[in-house]
């Protein structure tokens, strides 16, 4: 599958001239570039392991004389429940309000913060609804985790240069205003929807 990320196009399209870029430059995108590798290193256990729940769940179906659209059915529903699940995971916005620890309200004076930066998500509200804490945020668009596992988890030297840069550009920002995320992940940089969809943004989470 072509890499369509950011614009991209196949490596043969891509042209760029070392010497313009610095050393600093090189070194950051280096850097970014290892720590991704690193981590999708760390998620193909947990990649595998929902395999392998795939294939005892298939051969159990296939045991138990189960009909071809039953199987497919209740393989579809094991992947949307698995999909569903790894999304709460990474992107929780609501949390009970008696809970020991709560980091929402944590979360959305950061956001309050932090407005006006590039590459931060508007914080629409905080407040309580029910039994939970809740914060709505922007809504956006496929994290830079799907976008990879979409492309098939193969990015072309551009796509790489051109995310290197805005997540540079948004750690900065968040130094420059006296902040450093502990958390940074594939999982925690979002896109853009519509107008914003080419942009990179970043989402603070408790470890800021």
Request: charged fraction near 30%.
């Amino acid at each position: 599958m072509k890499d369509d990320v950011m614009g991209g196009a196949e490596d043969s399209d891509v042209s760029v001239d070392d010497e313009s870029l610095s050393n600093v430059t090189k070194q950051k995108v280096a850097a970014a570039k290892q720590y991704i590798e690193n981590h999708y290193k760390e998620q193909m256990k947990s990649l595998q392991e929902r395999k392998e729940r795939q294939t005892v769940l298939e051969k159990k179906l296939a045991d138990a004389d189960v009909s071809e659209e039953d199987q497919n059915n209740l393989l579809k529903f094991l992947e949307k429940k698995e999909t569903e699940y790894m999304r709460l995971q990474r992107h929780k916005m609501g949390e009970p309000v008696k809970t020991k620890h709560p980091q929402l309200h944590y979360e959305s004076k950061l956001y309050m913060l932090l407005q006006g930066g590039t590459g931060v998500p508007h914080l629409k509200w905080f407040g309580v609804e029910g039994d939970y804490n809740v914060m709505a945020i922007d809504l956006l668009g496929p994290s830079l985790e799907d976008l990879f596992n979409y492309c098939n988890r193969k990015l072309t030297l551009k796509t790489v240069l051109m995310l290197a840069d805005q997540l540079i550009n948004r750690v900065e920002y968040m130094h420059s205003r006296g902040f450093l995320h502990r958390d940074i992940k594939p999982d925690n940089f979002l896109m853009g929807l519509g107008r914003k969809a080419n942009q990179v943004l970043v989402i603070l989470s408790g470890r800021v």
